[in-house]
């Protein structure tokens, strides 16, 4: 194991598949020289050229459908988008066509394409450019989409992206990349559609994935000098969901918080405790299963005003407590 930050952990990942195959391509705005928005590609045009790193003109719609296309023939994409608050932009390609083509040919036309993109807020960048859309594509049938919160995982589900024949979404927060973790030498994968238990507990299920998933071990870790035993689910992937393990982790613990950087109103969160009602889990519930979420409203350039939108350690503390005395 080497620890390394979940930036160089997803270049790891693109250098290795790309070295491996000449048809993986990573193609966007900024990539090759200025090395990407935020740093992930820096020094791979070195190694790759101009062949590999497909440098565009600001015209996301436009080289999101070419990849698109480039993957019907052949290709396996990798496209990166500045901000994820820009892939409203390239939506039609996602959800009207890439989303679909396997199913409308009857299978006989795979799009092996991944899409990148940097959400979240947490940097100053403001309303346009800081919001978490990932339920903007969850209701999308022939979609996967993936949202790992260490290292270790965005590289291992970054390279099962990639080799994935269908379209996946990979999600990254901004303000994971700097995050340090152990990451193993040589070549894995993780596999897309599994949970993690990233602590063990039997008090509560905290649910999460992400950004929120580092800030509720934080709470986790204060909530046991209290004598509260929380388990932690990193669900990693939101399409396919592992509701096998959110399942048999509720049965233990009886109780469930599902946190998330979105707003709750229409959040993923709402997936979550739907899966859980839904299932034999129901039975074993000694209070109700809550959310916890970003406020409703855009995310404010007000540094101060900006920390407050989301759910901090104090937030998720004081929820479980409620549970806990119900």
Known sequence: MAEKTFLDAIREAMSEEMRNDKNVVLVGEDIGVYGGCFGVSRGMLAEFGTEQMLETPISEEGFMDMAMGASMVGMRPIVEIMFGDFSTLVSDGLINHAAKYRFMTGGQVDVPLVFRAPFGSGTGAAAQHS????????????????????????????KSAIQDDGPVLFF???????????????????????????????????ISYSRMLPVCLEAA?????????????????????DTETIVESVKKT???LVVHEAPVFGGFAGEVVSSIMESEAFYYLDSPVER?????????????????????????MESVRKMIKK
């Open 131 to 158: 919001q978490s859309l990932e339920t903007m594509y969850t209701n999308t049938p022939g979609l996967k989409i993936v949202y790992p919160a260490t290292p270790y995982d965005a590289k291992g589900l970054l």
């Open 172 to 206: 990254e927060n901004k303000l994971l990349y700097r995050t340090r973790g152990e990451v193993p030498e040589g070549e894995y994968t993780v596999e897309i559609g599994k949970a993690d238990i990233k602590r063990e507990g039997n008090d509560v299920s905290i």
């Open 221 to 241: 870790a204060k909530l046991a000098d209290e004598g509260i035993n929380a388990e932690v689910v990193d669900l990693r992937s939101l399409k396919p969901l």
């Open 254 to 256: 009886s109780r469930a």
């Open 292 to 316: 916890l979420g970003g406020k409703e409203m855009p995310v404010p350039y007000n540094p101060d005003l900006e920390k407050q939108i989301v759910p901090v350690v104090d937030d998720i």
